[in-house]
T-cell receptor, first 114, second 111 residues
């Protein structure tokens, strides 16, 4: 049982390059999330998808786009990477985005933008 | 946006000591979660709390949902080297769909 799988684990980009971070969950969860983690800042929500077919902005959405491809997969795209987007990115999923919202996390993608 | 204040930011203790950390907010929460993050990994859920006053244990870990619903506490008894990591609180504000995370408490243990 893999849980939440993120690819790639590491990535180095040059400023202005684009890339897509992939996330897949095998728990049949309805809701999925993308966070970034920076030192001393905890986890900040970028975008989330409460259910298949819907996406909403989180706390720090600027510079990112997302696609809920199907119930299993939720991708995060950086169209034109900037050094300020150097961070560790985590994908998470939960049964629902309300009430007893236990989120399960992937192992993260470590991104450096030069 | 809403904020959770987690303290302390870091702790340096001796093996065998007890540990206490807490999260506070000005908002009312109906769920509190405590996660642990090991180096190079994603956060893993330790304890979930759903009711004001609730006290829940998971081995040497005990967490409480504050009576005011604006705070939560995590205690670790008799710390061991594998307790090293970053501990995060997270809360679901009443009526909201998104978790709010604290800044984390980094725990370091001297053997």
């Amino acid at each position: 049982n893999a849980g939440v799988t993120q690819t790639p684990k590491f990535q180095v980009l040059k400023t202005g390059q684009s890339m897509t971070l992939q996330c897949a969950q095998d728990m049949n969860h309805n809701s999925m999330y993308w966070y970034r983690q920076d030192p001393g800042m905890g986890l900040r929500l970028i975008y989330y998808s409460a259910s298949e077919g819907t996406t909403d902005k989180g706390e720090v959405p600027n510079g990112y786009n997302v696609s809920r491809l199907n119930k299993r997969e939720f991708s995060l795209r950086l169209e034109s990477a900037a050094p300020s987007q150097t961070s560790v990115y985590f994908c998470a999923s939960s049964e629902a985005a309300i009430a007893k919202n236990i989120q399960y996390f992937g192992a993260g993608t470590r991104l450096s933008v030069l | 946006g809403q904020q959770l204040n987690q303290s302390p930011q870091s702790m340096f203790i001796q093996e065998g000591e007890d540990v206490s950390m807490n999260c506070t907010s000005s908002s009312i929460f109906n769920t509190w979660l405590w996660y642990k993050q090991d180096p190079g990994e994603g956060p893993v859920l330790l304890i979930a709390l759903y009711k004001a006053g609730e006290l829940t244990s998971n081995g040497r870990l005990t967490a409480q949902f504050g009576i005011t619903r604006k705070d939560s506490f995590l205690n670790i008894s008799a710390s061991i080297p594998s307790d090293v990591g970053i501990y995060f609180c997270a809360g679901l504000i009443q009526g909201a769909q998104k978790l709010v995370f604290g800044q984390g408490t980094r725990l370091t243990i001297n053997p």
